[in-house]
């Protein structure tokens, strides 16, 4: 089974360094299509994520292949049993971190509500559960600790839908099957931007506001090789910005000329 996992990575292995030493190849595991984050152009991946995770593992001194896989679920698995080395774009919590270590941060998310009801403000997340609100989510993805303390809940489970793909989320808020999609808001601002009619807004509520770290497979990178990793997000802060601006501007499927 491992080895039919692993020929299964290797032939979905995206922009491999042919001419690295095996010890120096990062495996980067990257999700599906969650534009401006992760994009693919057939065979190949750009976006934020993939620009900075490139950037930041070469500073540091390593290769990097791209893993695309199908899942956050499926991505920790891999990562906890070596299959992957590091996955970008991770909030941290107790329980990953039993699972990997944690880079230092190197951007912010915020996690946001879109919803086709009526804009009432709230002042916490309390009212839509009491009022038996319906919710469709990104299947192993962390909300924060407001919002995963009420999925907990086992009275809450039928309120929650898993949707793997952001166009499926949109589309069911658009269409009315649930009432609030929970997604990361420049995802889902990048998508709205894009997005021909409907009647989606984006309420004014925070869920969460939280650092973002790559994971890292403990048995592949040393103390040392965090520190050097580390050190390459620090010196690449300016850099970093920079990509996570365009980005943020864009208002539409980048074009292929901006695909590095």
Known sequence: MRLSIRLFLLLFSLNVF?????????????????????????????GLEVDISRKVFQKAGYCVEFVRLPTTDRAIKELSIGLVDALPSSSFNQEREKIAAFSAPYRRERMRLFTHLPIEPIDNLEAL??????????????YGDEFDGHFQKPENKPLFAF??????????VHLKRVEFLVEDEMAGL?????YQGGNILLHPYVINDNPIHFMLNRERFTEQDIDKINGAIEK???DIGLIIERY???????SLSQIK
Not at 30 to 40: D, F, K, L, R
Not at 129 to 142: D, K, L, T, W, Y
Not at 163 to 172: A, G, L, P, T, W
Request: proline content about 4%.
């Open 18 to 46: 042919a001419q690295c030493d095996k010890d120096k190849t990062v495996h980067v595991g990257i999700g599906a299509t969650w534009p401006p984050y992760v994009m693919y152009q057939q065979d190949r991946a750009f």
């Open 129 to 142: 559960f009491e009022q038996r609100m319906s919710f469709v989510i990104n299947p192993g993805a962390f």
């Open 163 to 172: 949707v793997k793909s952001i166009k499926q989320r949109m589309s069911m």
């Open 190 to 194: 990048y998508y709205f931007s894009t």
């Open 236 to 238: 690449l802060e300016k």
């Open 248 to 254: 943020s501007t864009s208002s539409s499927t980048l």
